[in-house]
């Protein structure tokens, strides 16, 4: 019999999972949908099937992906949880065999049982619907179905040696697509030696590299950016420590005192060719994108002044906002810069542009909430950030609704950077149900072109992406 859940930030409101697998064909739609948007769009999320143990954080829920397929102005929406073994074997057992970011009692049960929840991204890439977590190998998904497949390991080139066994290596859940070669770039961290590797995934789906490189510490490195000359290997001071792990339930601690280390590799470099450039303690979840210009890198994130893990310290640390990094590769100096003081996350760009010049961000922003200490941080707007005038404009919700990640979606293939649609899912409040805006991306602050109504919500998740029908 499941149990009632546990009293947590992440497992009320809307962070409260969603306990239904389903479809609506026909859902009603205020508005029109533009008939160049031709695809699906795809977005993953923490969602628990059953009420879970000790020391729950959302990272650790199971996968659940929401599909919106839209073509000739209609969409239908589906749902599956991501079937990992660690789901099933909970399933079988009826109950949470799995705790959160802390230790947990042993259970034969989940021995030799890989913790994989797959819930943090989603990415069409190389024909291929790949389901991705940061601590283990994706997860290939049905793209009409959502049935899972099973775990994808590159044509069986994903493994590695770890304390003496071989296991399926890691992947970031923050792939990056080179839109000229579509090649895939990617990492995997880990707190046991080698602790960062560096993977690249040709067009085909054939991993051709897996590089180790050498790092000042062992750190969670949640995303990562590259540019078309140039990889930013962020080591920030969210370091492994499983001896404070007993005090403060996490396995990570903040470690300011370390510094921020900030390891560059020329694309084609290796670990010996990393230069490595120290800045003040920061943490950043996310990158929007990186430019180079010879020597000269610069790269745009969300900044936040501690690690932010646990709800009190990022409301400690103040919430994130966009900065810039500028590096002289040549020198070996780097400084940052604030681009906007509004509390902001979860950026997009044009994928087209991802490595080069680029103008256009669309990103989640909070206007005039205030915050309660302890609370997650909520988003009640979209911004539209124009990089070459540095003005802002933004879309904002209703009191008490909020936004999740948006996408941008080009209008057609060949269309001009920013000329598209604007994608986010909307959680209503009053009504505790989700719509899908479709937004003019040059006007974002205009009423949606389309309103995809559904008859429940979408819990808060993190990241998702199109795929473009064809």
């Known amino acids: 019999m499941s149990k009632p859940l546990p009293k947590s930030a992440y497992l009320s409101g809307n962070f409260a999972p969603w306990l239904m697998e389903g479809e609506v064909h026909d859902p009603v739609v205020i508005g029109e949908i533009p008939r160049e948007l031709a695809g699906a769009y795809y977005r993953n999320g923490s969602n628990p099937q059953f009420a879970p143990g000790p020391n729950y954080h959302w990272f650790t829920g199971d996968g659940m992906i929401h ?3 839209i ?22 057992a009826g109950k949470a065999l799995f705790s959160g970011l802390g230790p947990s009692e042993p259970d034969p049960r989940i021995e030799g049982v890989s913790g994989n929840s797959s819930n943090t991204n989603v990415l069409w890439h190389a024909g291929k619907l790949l389901s991705y977590w940061e601590a283990g190998p994706p997860y290939e998904i049905d793209p009409a179905t959502l049935e899972t497949i099973g775990l994808w390991d590159y044509h069986g080139a994903f493994h590695r040696e770890r304390m003496g066994n071989v296991v399926p290596d890691t992947m970031t859940a923050h792939p990056k697509i080179d839109p000229d070669t579509d090649e895939c770039l990617g990492f995997g961290y880990s707190p046991m030696a080698p602790n960062l590797v560096y993977h690249v ?14 790092v000042p510490y062992p750190c969670m490195m949640h995303d990562f950016v590259a540019s078309s000359e140039h990889v930013l290997f962020p080591v920030l001071p969210a370091v492994f420590n499983f001896e404070k792990m007993a005090d403060t339930g996490f396995p990570v601690a ?11 590799m020329p694309r084609g470099g290796g670990s010996d060719d990393v230069v490595w450039f120290e800045t003040d303690p920061c943490f950043s979840f996310h990158y929007v994108n990186a430019v180079s210009h010879g020597s000269e890198f610069v790269v745009d994130y969300w900044r936040l002044d501690s690690l932010g893990l646990v709800p009190t310290e990022r409301i400690a640390g103040g919430p994130p906002t966009l900065h810039r990094w500028t590096f002289d590769v040549a020198k070996g100096t780097v400084k940052d810069e604030a681009l906007d003081d509004a509390p902001a996350e979860f950026g997009r760009i044009d994928p087209r542009r991802a490595g080069k010049e680029y103008r256009d961000v669309y ?24 990089m070459k005038s540095g003005s802002r404009r933004d879309h904002r919700l209703r009191e008490g609704d909020t936004f999740g990640e948006p996408i941008f979606v080009p209008r057609t293939p060949d269309a001009k950077e920013g000329d598209g649609f604007v994608l986010a899912i909307a959680h209503r409040a009053a009504e505790n149900r989700s719509d899908l805006l479709i937004l003019d991306a040059q006007d974002i602050a205009a009423d949606p072109l389309a309103t995809v109504q559904l008859p429940h919500r979408i819990p808060y998740g993190f990241h998702g992406n199109w795929r473009p029908a064809g």
């Open 71 to 92: 073509e000739d102005g209609r969409c239908r929406y589906r749902n599956r949880w991501v079937r990992t073994p660690r789901f099933e074997v909970e399933r079988e």
């Open 363 to 386: 990103s989640l922003g909070t206007l005039a909430i205030p915050q309660s200490e302890g609370e997650p941080q909520f988003f009640n707007s979209l911004f539209h950030y124009d």
């Open 201 to 214: 995934v040709d067009a085909d789906g054939r991993l051709t590299r897996s590089d180790e490189i050498e």
């Open 67 to 69: 599909a919106f397929h």
């Open 254 to 264: 903040w470690e300011p005192e370390r510094g921020s280390q900030l390891g560059v």
